[in-house]
């Protein structure tokens, strides 16, 4: 993971903590790259670590209040 994902992580971790383990939102991360990266995605073809931050943010509020799901519907645990 690129070093300005990592700094991603660190602030997610430290809002999420004790709400959202560090696997997952680093899982949560990670699938959010990859989903803008995808061919059908409506975010550039190279997401700004500020626009990836904010998609994680609002997927990780989703797994932190809904049970444990990315937001998408995928089990995180």
Not at 31 to 45: E, I, K, L, T, V
Request: with cysteine.
């Amino acid at each position: 993971m690129p070093d300005s994902y990592a700094h991603i992580v660190e602030r997610l971790c430290g809002e999420f903590d004790g709400r959202v383990p560090l696997p997952v939102v680093t899982q949560i991360v990670r699938q959010c790259r990859r989903d803008a990266n995808g061919s059908d995605s409506h975010f550039p073809a190279d997401p700004t670590p500020r626009g990836l931050e904010g998609l994680a943010r609002r997927r990780l509020l989703a797994a932190a209040g809904h049970g444990g799901t990315t937001g998408r519907g995928d089990e995180t645990s």
